[in-house]
Each structure stands twice: as structure tokens, then as C-alpha cells.
């Protein structure tokens, strides 16, 4: 096989696996392309252990991303509404080293390397990280603002820097 041959064997390799990644979120997005929301990065108000910030910013924006101070950096997060609730999760996705979702339909999808999550449980669906479920964040709301623990939240993002569910 001659270099010409080779090179349009390999485009048409690339060409087939794109085709494929698309056809599989679709197929996890209820068998047919939605259009996908795109998170706005926010900054919560950190007071010792409470991290919190207004409602309205989910009710705004659909699905927000933010970030806390942690020994190492910094933990990513999210929170969304879906289907008339809302959720909050760690925001990394460990083996893409991605720290960012996009919400389509149901379905959480990485920025990075396109693996499908439901957004209703955290569970992977389709794509190379599926092993890595986006764990919850427990929260309450009080006086219009969302609140969660550091402590929770730090729990959270280990379940999730760690292949399956504790």
C-alpha cells in the first residue's frame, strides 16, 4: 500500500469514529441530537464550611458551574435543573482530566472527550469514562439561596475521581 492509499485509509478511520461519537449521543440523548446547554461559570460565597449562592442563578442560566477552594486547588461543581428539580454534582471527569458538562436532554455530556451521563443519577451511558458516575451533592435551599456542606462536597468529588460508586 502506497503513503496516498494509507493517508485516505486513516481519513476515512477518523471520518467513521466521529460519525460513531455522534451517533452514540444521540442515541443516549433519546435517539436524536438536542441541543445543548451551555453551562455559566458563577462564584459561590464560601463561609467557612457553607458554600451557597442564589437559586435564581440555576433558574437563570439552567446549569451553572463553580468552583471552592480545596488543599490541592480548587473542586469543580455543578448544579442544573431538570425536569422541574434540581441537581448538584462533582464536575470532573477523571481519565479526560475535563472539568465541564453540557446538559442535553436528559444527559450530561463531557466538553472533552463527549462521554454521556444521565443527568438524573449521575450514571456513564456511553463514552470512554463512563466508569466514573458524577456524584451528588446533597444541599438544601434556604431563603433562595443553595446550600451545601464543603464536607459533602469534598466526599462528592473523591466518589467521583474514583472509578464506580462507593
Known amino acids: 500500500m502506497n503513503k496516498n492509499s494509507l493517508l485516505k485509509n486513516r481519513r476515512t478511520v477518523a471520518g467513521i469514529m466521529v460519525l460513531s461519537g455522534l451517533a452514540l449521543v444521540a442515541t443516549a440523548c433519546g435517539g436524536q441530537a438536542q441541543a445543548a446547554i451551555k ?8 463561609s467557612g464550611k457553607t458554600v451557597s449562592f442564589p437559586v ?70 456511553s463514552g470512554a469514562c463512563v ?13 433562595g439561596n443553595m446550600v451545601m456542606n464543603a464536607d459533602d462536597m469534598a466526599t462528592a468529588y473523591s466518589n467521583t475521581e474514583v472509578a464506580g460508586r462507593p
Open 39 to 46: 453551562p455559566m461559570w458563577i462564584t459561590p460565597q464560601v
Open 131 to 143: 466508569p466514573f458516575p458524577k456524584a451528588d451533592v446533597p444541599f438544601q435551599v434556604n431563603n
Open 56 to 125: 435564581s442563578e440555576i433558574d437563570k442560566n439552567t446549569l451553572v458551574h463553580f468552583r471552592i477552594p480545596a488543599a490541592s486547588g480548587t473542586m469543580a461543581f455543578m448544579a442544573y435543573n431538570l425536569d422541574g428539580k434540581t441537581y448538584a454534582r462533582a464536575n470532573v471527569c477523571p481519565p479526560c482530566r475535563s472539568i465541564g458538562f453540557n446538559l442535553a436532554g436528559n444527559n450530561l455530556v463531557c466538553q472533552t472527550c463527549s462521554t454521556v451521563f444521565d443527568a438524573k443519577t449521575g450514571d456513564g451511558l
